[in-house]
């Protein structure tokens, strides 16, 4: 069975068994966490999209934060002294998706 999720504001199309990183969510290693915004699910050629879905996500947190790659934004002005250097790294949490009920 495959199923297109959203999770915070992303689509994520997943089957059982997946593992995925998805923007942080609260919780611990080991948690159990639902998502009920199902947009589509395929059951072996059965297809069924938008309110007729009544599908849940189930998946187990198995890392709890995980950082993301450096993203740099340097700003500056050619002849005027003006540099200015700003970096964040993204927080994700790693799930593994066990059933799509």
Same mark, same amino acid.
């Given at each position: 069975?495959?199923?297109? /999720?959203?999770?915070? +504001?992303?689509q $994520? ?5 997946? @593992?995925? %990183?998805?923007?942080?969510? #609260?919780?611990?290693? +080991?948690?159990? /966490? #639902? $998502? @009920? #915004?199902?947009?589509?699910?395929? =059951? ?5 999209? +938008?309110?007729?879905? =009544?599908a *849940?996500?189930?998946? #187990? *947190?198995?890392?709890?934060? /995980? ?6 934004? $340097? &700003?500056? &002005?050619r002849? &005027?002294? $003006?540099? &200015?250097? !700003?970096? !964040?790294?993204?927080? %994700?949490?790693?799930?593994? /998706?066990?059933?799509?009920?």
């Amino acid at each position: 069975m495959l199923a297109v /999720v959203k999770i915070a +504001g992303q689509q $994520f199309k997943v089957k059982a068994g997946d @593992s995925l %990183y998805i923007p942080h969510i #609260e919780g611990k290693r +080991g948690d159990k /966490v #639902e $998502f @009920s #915004e199902v947009l589509m699910t395929d =059951n072996e050629g059965t297809v069924a999209i +938008g309110t007729d879905v =009544n599908a *849940i996500v189930k998946a #187990e *947190i198995v890392l709890d934060l /995980v950082q993301g790659d450096k993203v740099i934004a $340097f &700003k500056m &002005k050619r002849r &005027k002294g $003006f540099r &200015k250097k !700003h970096g !964040h790294r993204t927080h %994700y949490t790693k799930i593994q /998706v066990t059933e799509i009920a």
